[in-house]
């Protein structure tokens, strides 16, 4: 006879270990006994694997057995085999791997989850002024055109358009420009096209001409545009396709932001690992989907 699984909640981003128990209508004591695995007592981090002392079946069987739970946690727990339970117990509590290789498509339900989870909202949602049917179609769109229809390229593309994008909530770099060398030719897109060169290398490759160049607001005023432009960059300008493949966010996150763990700049290092810890959030979103639990 198949045995139940092991309940588990995986860290869709940093945050306080007692925060997680309060969650969960745990004790942080109690909670912590079954998790003593984890190298912090105090924080977890994104990807890390918290042990449930629950029981059940099935998600229909647990939602028999703790009535009192909101819905909501119910997306957030996942059952795993005994196996990878000694696993993730012989220390291996970060990693995060995808469930399949399967396009997600992305809809509103997951995109808001991406939203909410990676700018760490507990209650309620994150708003954007951005209709999010249209973001979500959009994105899938443009993953299409950029051939990022696996699950490895799905997610690294996501991981950084959420940022870039400040949770899908513009399109436009904020500032627009300011007080930067580009000037005029800041940021736009899911992944914020910057430099004259830049905007005109896409317009020849897109359309044979210069009318990004001439009017780069078109990435920001026509959504189709800015689905091919950021497909264009994702699949041909800097291609990110085999790093995702590879699953080398560290390289991807080189290549679109610039920046790595080894730079001098505070700024810069905090965003490298906020970027690290979408890739992990976007994954766990990503599986959740897949199994029926978003």
Same mark, same amino acid.
């Given at each position: ?6 309940? #588990? $909640?995986?860290?869709?981003?940093? *945050?306080?270990?007692? =925060? ?7 004790? +942080? ?9 984890? +190298?912090? #007592? ?6 890390? #694997? ?14 028999? &057995? ?9 997306? *957030? ?28 498509? @992305? ?9 909410? &989870? ?7 949602? @994150? ?13 899938? $769109? ?8 696996? &699950? ?22 904020? /500032?627009?420009?300011? /007080? ?32 990004? #160049? ?7 005023? =026509?959504?189709?545009?800015?689905? *091919? ?9 800097? +291609? ?11 390289? @991807? ?5 610039? /920046? ?14 906020? &970027? *690290? ?18």
């Amino acid at each position: 006879m198949m045995s139940d699984p092991v309940w #588990v $909640h995986r860290v869709p981003y940093e *945050q306080f270990f007692s =925060d997680v128990a309060i969650d969960f209508r745990f004790k +942080p004591d109690a909670l912590y006994s079954e998790n003593q695995h984890l +190298p912090n #007592v105090f924080k977890v981090d994104a990807g890390d #694997v918290i042990f449930l002392p629950i029981a059940g079946r099935n998600l229909t069987d647990l939602r028999r &057995r703790y009535p009192s739970w909101p819905d909501d946690l119910f997306h *957030q727990v996942e059952g795993i085999t005994e196996w990878e339970a000694a696993y993730v117990q012989s220390g291996r509590h970060g990693e995060v791997h995808n469930n399949g290789d399967d396009f997600i498509a @992305i809809d509103t339900t997951v995109l808001q989850t991406i939203m909410d &989870r990676c700018a760490k909202v507990k209650k309620g949602h @994150i708003k954007s002024s951005l209709n999010l049917g249209t973001v979500a179609g959009a994105l899938n $769109h443009s993953m299409a055109l950029a051939n990022a229809t696996n &699950r490895r390229r799905e997610v690294g593309f996501l991981s950084q358009a959420v940022i870039e994008t400040d949770y899908f909530r513009t399109f436009a770099e904020y /500032g627009k420009g300011a /007080g930067h060398d580009y000037g005029n030719y800041y940021g736009r897109g899911m992944h914020q096209l910057t430099w004259e060169a830049t905007y005109s290398a896409c317009s020849q490759a897109l359309y044979k001409d210069d009318r990004l #160049v001439k009017n780069p607001d078109l990435i920001l005023n =026509d959504i189709e545009v800015n689905a *091919q432009a950021t497909a264009w960059y994702w699949r041909d300008y800097k +291609p990110f396709n085999t790093l995702a493949d590879k699953e080398d966010i560290n390289e @991807i996150i080189h290549r679109l932001y610039g /920046g790595t763990e080894q730079s001098k700049k505070k700024a810069v290092v905090d965003s490298v690992h906020l &970027r *690290q810890s979408f890739y992990k959030t976007i994954k766990i979103i990503l599986n959740a989907r897949s199994d029926g639990r978003l």
